[in-house]
T-cell receptor
Framework: LAKTTQPISMDSYEGQEVNITCSHN???????ITWYQQFPSQGPRFIIQGYKTKVTNEVASLFIPADRKSSTLSLPRVSLSDTAVYYCLVGSSGAGSYQLTFGKGTKLSVIP | NAGVTQTPKFQVLKTGQSMTLQCAQD?????MYWYRQDPGMGLRLIYY???????DKGEVPNGYNVSRLNKREFSLRLESAAPSQTSVYFC????????????FGPGTRLLVL
């Protein structure tokens, strides 16, 4: 299983761009990288997914270098409502067998 | 469209008691999952079901059993609860599997005394 490592916590002021990096040194060829957001007392919610290079959607960007040993979630101009825990997930499927490893999460606190 | 639902929301058990956590999804997803979440540990996969009729162990399956009752429902059973199983349990589903985006339920908070 790919092991993932994230910073435990980060602080940011409102309006700033926030970058959260996840390290996954032994990522497998078939693995995708997915990021989730979790608010207290709720289940995680999908943010973005990628395999390599850069992916962008309406809420975030995901940067994955060529060696794929890390990934960076970028949140543009954060607001107070972005205060949450962010998890990276490295996983793949093949012939019905799933390998899924969540990081321990990064608690983002957005300061007014 | 309720997404993923879980029952109960909260449960207190005594050591040695048994219980079943229920999960249902209405998105016609093939794959379903059970995770546990402990403070500082993130989410750990207990069991998953890649498709109706199949189940497989995840990272921490000991002390648990699962049943994929049909395409919609995936239950998690604790046969003899232990204090180490005190946790928040999340059920999830996805259209495909593995690394695909998953939809999570609201969770079941379990306390084993």
């Amino acid at each position: 299983l790919a092991k993932t490592t994230q910073p435990i916590s980060m602080d940011s002021y409102e309006g700033q761009e926030v970058n959260i990096t996840c390290s996954h040194n032994n990522i497998a060829t078939n693995d995708y990288i997915t990021w989730y957001q979790q608010f207290p007392s709720q289940g995680p919610r999908f943010i973005i997914q990628g395999y390599k290079t850069k992916v962008t959607n309406e809420v975030a960007s995901l940067f994955i270098p060529a060696d794929r040993k890390s990934s960076t979630l970028s949140l543009p101009r954060v607001s107070l409502s972005d205060t949450a825990v962010y998890y990276c997930l490295v996983g793949s499927s093949g012939a019905g067998s799933y390998q899924l490893t969540f990081g321990k999460g990064t608690k983002l606190s957005v300061i007014p | 469209n309720a997404g993923v639902t879980q029952t109960p929301k909260f449960q207190v058990l005594k050591t040695g008691q048994s219980m079943t956590l229920q999960c249902a999804q209405d998105m016609n997803h093939n794959s379903m999952y059970w995770y546990r979440q402990d403070p500082g540990m993130g989410l750990r996969l207990i069991y998953y079901s890649a498709s109706e009729g199949t189940t497989d162990k995840g990272e921490v399956p000991n002390g648990y059993n699962v049943s994929r009752l049909n395409k919609r429902e995936f239950s998690l059973r604790l046969e003899s609860a232990a204090p180490s199983q005190t946790s928040v349990y999340f059920c999830a589903s996805s259209g495909r599997g593995g690394g695909e985006d998953q939809y999570f339920g609201p969770g079941t908070r379990l306390l084993v005394l």
